[in-house]
């Protein structure tokens, strides 16, 4: 059977703030902007996660959404919605990773790649924080 890609897109609310604790105030306005400011700030995120597969010939599908759902719901969803990154999630705290959309497609590829079912594959995740900013990535090294 041929090769398709199947995307699925769950939504979550979050807080964030970039900042590197080893770096001056100024640096981080300087290198971070609005986005260093001490409270943080939030956003209502969509995330797209796209498998590529072969299409199932019995049930015509690449992957079994309910699986795939299940796997978003747990990985992503109940992981992110309603958190403040920087506070609820050890990796990225203060001086560990900073939760850019870069790195929320990184984490979220490495925890719903380890979980889909044999016959497909990861293609692509988006992690969009606003109609104009989005961050992807591709499975690429």
Not at 40 to 50: E, S
Request: aromatic letters at 10%.
């Amino acid at each position: 059977m041929p090769a398709a890609y199947l995307t699925r897109t769950v939504q979550f609310s979050a807080a964030h703030r970039y900042f590197r604790p080893e770096w001056s105030e100024a640096k981080n306005a300087e290198v971070f902007g609005r986005c260093a400011a001490p409270h943080g700030h939030g956003h209502t995120y969509q995330c797209m996660v796209t498998v590529r597969g072969e299409v199932d010939g019995s049930t015509g599908m690449v992957v079994n959404l309910a699986a795939l759902d299940r796997i978003l719901a747990e990985e992503v969803v109940q992981r992110f919605d309603h958190r403040h990154l920087n506070l609820d999630l050890p990796e990225y705290a203060f001086g560990r990773a900073v939760p850019t959309g870069e790195e929320l497609c990184l984490d979220i590829w490495r925890r719903v790649s380890a979980r889909l079912p044999g016959g497909c594959a990861l293609a692509t995740v988006r992690v969009q924080e606003e109609p104009a900013l989005f961050a992807e990535y591709r499975g690429e090294s």
